[in-house]
């Protein structure tokens, strides 16, 4: 089979997860996957081994595989950020916060404009406002008397 009929495949997959019809998603993305996979090619296969990984885990089937499968694409490709953006998502869905925030900054430093990425951040950060918000989050002052009220909150 040609790598068109991989690609088409895969981008059936993309159009079934925007219209959350994630277990046809994870049908088309294992049939791209292993039909890059016959064929030799790595790089394509790593895209859609990440996306498979993250349908089975918007399907709510196995997390686990879920995280091991982006888990995997994210070691044999980590400078991609789309992969990082699907490792992510699948940690924030397995409960795991701080990974996924890690992931999604992560990927940010690759690719700051990624609007994906910077979305998902937002929408997992953790983080309240910061006491000043004339000087950067980041700023001495901020960083300082965030610690200090800190201590004065009520555990959640």
Known sequence: MSILTAENSFRNGLMALVDSR??????????????????????????????????????GVNGKEAVELCERAVKLNSHDPD????????????????RALDAFQRGLRISPDHSALQSELARLDRRGQPPFSFVSRDHALNRNIGKLLGTFRKPS
Do not use: C, H, P
Request: net charge positive; proline share 0%.
């Open 83 to 98: 992969v990082l953006l699907n490792l992510g998502r699948v940690y924030a869905r397995a409960g795991k916060t701080t």
């Open 22 to 59: 994630d277990a046809e998603a994870t049908r088309y993305f294992r049939s791209a996957m292993q039909i890059d996979k016959d064929r030799g090619k790595g790089r394509l296969w790593i895209r859609y081994l990440s996306y498979y990984g993250y349908s089975l885990a918007r399907e």
